[in-house]
Each structure stands twice: as C-alpha cells, then as structure tokens.
C-alpha cells in the first residue's frame, strides 16, 4: 500500500501519512466493505481518494512541498540518488503527463501491484480492457522517453 501511495505523490512523509489515513478509513468503515471486489483493491480506492483529498487541501503549499522533496533527495549520497532516481524520476514526469486511465492503470500496475482482474474490478471494466490500458501506457512512456533521448 506504501509503494503505491508513493508512486502518487513521491514524498516519503506524505505517503506515511496517507498510509496511515487509509487504513484507519478502512478500518473505520469496514462494514461497508462490500466483498465486491478483493480487499486489496477496496484499500487502493480509499488510497487513491484519501491521496486526491490530501493533495487539493494541499495544492497552496505544493510549492513547499516540492522543496522539502528536493532537500531530502539533496541529503541522500549522490551515487545512491544518481543510480536509484534518475530513471524513476524520468518516468514519473512522464507519468505524471499521462491522461487517465493509462497514468493510473500503469501505477496500480507497477506500484500498487495489482493484478489485471483487480484493476478491471476497480475501473468496473474487464480484464482485457485492463491489460490493453496497461499496455499502451507502456508504449507512450517508452515513446516520450525515446522522444527525449533517455533511452535509444
């Protein structure tokens, strides 16, 4: 749930933070749960809306924000934030530019590590559906990447 949570908003801090939020929401309404789909899933979704509801409360200090991001990436030694982060950060920009479904589809996919069946569960699509979202979400950040010269 961490990772995914992560995958969204690339702060550490934040993403402690909405973790916490998420299972105390879950566990606060969990005669609610209505077995429609796997708990995994369920968790996701109150994730996702409990990260959505943080970041428009926080849109005013988005700015402050960025640079507490930036100063904990300073801290970290420089060969760790070189190999680790220079592909992830490249991605996560092109994510982040990516429309809906395919920017979600893929982080519930690679973050979240959610299955195919899941995501369709969670979209109310089929699983087909879900694999061909993910798949061309892949294409388009392999092809923004080629077009800015990170990968041949």
Same mark, same amino acid.
């Given at each position: 749930?961490?990772?995914?949570?992560?995958?969204?908003?690339?702060?550490?801090?934040?993403?402690?933070?909405?973790?916490?939020?998420?299972?105390?929401?879950?566990?606060?309404?969990?005669?609610?749960?209505?077995?429609?789909?796997?708990?995994?899933?369920?968790?996701?979704? !109150?994730?996702?809306?409990?990260?959505? &509801?943080?970041?428009?409360?926080?849109?005013? *200090?988005? $700015?402050?924000?960025?640079?507490? +991001?930036?100063?904990?990436?300073?801290?970290?030694?420089?060969?760790?934030?070189?190999?680790?982060?220079?592909?992830?950060?490249?991605?996560?920009?092109?994510?982040?530019?990516?429309?809906?479904?395919?920017?979600?589809?893929?982080?519930?996919?690679?973050?979240?590590?959610?299955?195919?069946?899941? !995501?369709?569960?969670?979209?109310?699509? &089929?699983?087909?559906?879900?694999?061909?979202? *993910?798949? $061309?979400?892949?294409?388009?950040? +392999?092809?923004?990447?080629?077009?800015?010269?990170?990968?041949?």
């Amino acid at each position: 749930m961490y990772r995914f949570i992560y995958s969204l908003c690339g702060n550490e801090s934040v993403a402690e933070e909405i973790t916490q939020e998420t299972f105390l929401k879950a566990l606060k309404h969990i005669d609610s749960y209505q077995g429609k789909c796997q708990m995994k899933v369920w968790l996701c979704q !109150i994730a996702k809306n409990t990260f959505y &509801t943080y970041q428009s409360k926080q849109a005013r *200090f988005s $700015r402050w924000t960025e640079l507490e +991001h930036k100063q904990r990436s300073l801290e970290q030694p420089l060969d760790e934030a070189l190999a680790n982060k220079e592909d992830a950060l490249r991605i996560h920009k092109v994510l982040h530019r990516m429309k809906e479904p395919y920017k979600e589809v893929f982080t519930l996919r690679i973050f979240g590590e959610l299955s195919f069946a899941e !995501i369709s569960q969670l979209f109310e699509k &089929t699983e087909s559906w879900a694999r061909v979202t *993910f798949y $061309r979400a892949k294409q388009m950040i +392999h092809k923004k990447l080629k077009e800015d010269g990170s990968i041949d």
